[in-house]
């Protein structure tokens, strides 16, 4: 068959199923935070998710350490994250180091650093222990389960968004596919926090293709860990061996493959990483599906027979949705670069932060379509700079920016580009989020702050 094949679709009619002021599709860590966010501040909202849960790569990616989110001892990244970690953790479902445990001490990296709660950021080698979080992803759709009901949100799972409406330039809602049919739901305000920019990129936004390595990220049960800790620390020599040929088998991953969750026995492998796979592409999606999990099967076999902790373990599953870190980029009023990551550059009109660096709200508006925001992995930068800014906590705070955002531009009849940013900034504030209006001493300011 030849890709230029073509058929004409019928065209018909769709029945409007919600009417919301905002609409916010994607129930990632961005769109969780965007649509509680939204509720909150006095919206309507509906929430729209293609798979039967929401956290995206935080739940069904099975990526299980929040970081990103200290500049030194400051915790830049508080608001819906903050109370995401508490809520969670007061279930036992995340694990937060203890103050004492923070730095370079050597009993604390042996006792802690098996969580993956360690700055890799640094250069310096063992990398620090800092603020972060290991959870449980089932532990984050219990708690969004219950955040979202208590906001009063609609939210529609299993419905797969299709295509953006765009009337006189402005996006109006969003076209779903679901067992039903196609569903119409329409929304005074837009917000795409679908990872890939479906939505922006359908209302016809300008946006650039990235591409980064994707992962199959797995679990595994039956593990010993004290064991296999006692053997990492107390005979090094043979623990690297066996560790070097652990990770030629599964093909790329970090230096540290396996780490601690808050369930006793279960460990998370945030590999393999494999390069040359198009995130957007069936084809391409369907290959690392196959090739992931034939390298995690070989490389389970080796360690089970080799690496002490290892000898009963059993895949518990690999995760549902496949590790995709980088696809289209929006092109928006700024684009985020390296360098301003890299000199943490302050901007104005910054409305959430990540480790350092400061996310402007330019950076969450597109150029030419009206109505719509973005948030998430998918924001206004360069591929560069988005390898080094997307992690779980800065992706939430711009979601929860977003979501306000969009409430006070309904609210005061203002567009999205002409909002109050300053306004937003405040009640940013208010609500417990940091925006990161006041720069942190290390920032480099280029511009005054408003
Ligand atoms: C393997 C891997 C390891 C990582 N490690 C870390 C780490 O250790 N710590 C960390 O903090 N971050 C880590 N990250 C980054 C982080 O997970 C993501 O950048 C973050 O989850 C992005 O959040 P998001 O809400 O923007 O997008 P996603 O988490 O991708 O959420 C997008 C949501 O939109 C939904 N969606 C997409 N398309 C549609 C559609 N057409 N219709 C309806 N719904 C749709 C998805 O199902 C999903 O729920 C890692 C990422 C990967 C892939």
């Known amino acids: ?100 445990a923070i730095g370079n001490d050597p009993a604390m990296h042996r006792k802690w650093s098996r969580w993956g709660v360690f700055d890799f950021h640094t250069h310096y080698k063992p990398h620090p222990i800092c603020y972060s979080v290991a959870f449980d992803p089932d532990g984050w759709k219990r708690i969004s389960d219950e955040m979202v009901l208590e906001a009063g949100l609609e939210l529609r799972l299993h419905s797969w968004f299709s295509r953006t409406i765009v009337e006189d330039g402005r996006a109006t809602g969003v076209v779903v596919e679901t067992k039903e049919g196609r569903q119409a739901i329409m929304g005074g305000m837009v917000i795409d926090t679908t990872g890939d920019l479906d939505v922006a990129a359908s209302a016809g936004a300008a946006f650039i293709e990235g ?10 049960g ?72 034939r390298r995690i099967h070989r490389m389970v076999d080796y360690i089970r027979a080799n690496l002490p902790g290892f000898a009963k373990c059993y895949v518990v599953d690999v995760a549902p949705q496949t590790g995709v870190r980088q696809t289209r980029l929006l092109e928006g009023e700024y684009v985020v670069t390296k360098e301003d990551i890299n000199q943490r550059v302050h901007f104005a009109d910054s409305i959430a932060r990540g480790r350092d660096y400061y996310t402007p709200y330019r950076a969450i508006l597109p150029r030419n379509v009206e109505n719509l925001l ?77």
Request: aromatic fraction near 6%.
């Open 374 to 450: 973005v948030a998430g992995r998918h924001y206004s930068a360069t591929s560069a700079a988005q390898k080094m800014s997307r992690e779980i906590p800065p992706c939430m705070a711009m979601g929860e920016a977003a979501g306000l955002a969009a409430t006070m531009a309904l609210s005061s009849g203002v567009k999205l580009r002409d909002l109050d940013v300053a306004e937003l900034q405040k009640r940013l504030r208010a609500q417990g989020a940091d925006p990161g209006d006041r720069p942190s001493a290390n920032a480099k300011i280029l511009e005054a702050t408003a």
């Open 222 to 293: 039956g593990v010993d860990t004290d064991e296999a800790e006692r053997f990492q620390f107390e005979e090094p020599e043979r623990f690297q061996a066996i560790d070097r040929e652990a990770k030629r088998l599964i093909g790329g991953s970090w230096d540290y493959w396996w780490l601690k969750t808050p369930l006793p026995g279960i460990v998370w492998c945030n590999c393999p990483h494999m390069t040359g796979y198009d995130g957007m592409k069936v084809a391409d999606l369907t290959r690392a599906e196959f090739e992931g999990r």
């Open 1 to 100: 068959m030849k890709m230029t094949d073509m058929i004409h679709e019928p065209a018909g009619q769709v029945p409007v199923v919600s009417r919301a002021d905002v609409v916010v599709v994607g129930g990632g860590p961005a769109g969780f935070s965007a649509a509680v966010s939204a509720a909150r501040a006095g919206a309507s909202v509906t929430l729209v998710e293609r798979y039967p849960y929401l956290g995206g790569l935080a739940s069904g990616g099975m990526v299980l350490v929040l970081d990103d989110m200290v500049n030194g001892t400051e915790v830049t990244v508080r608001g819906i994250c903050d109370e995401m970690i508490g809520r969670m953790a007061k279930h036992g479902l995340a694990v937060v180091p203890p103050p004492e």
């Open 211 to 220: 591409a980064y390595m994707v992962t199959t990220v797995f679990r595994l």
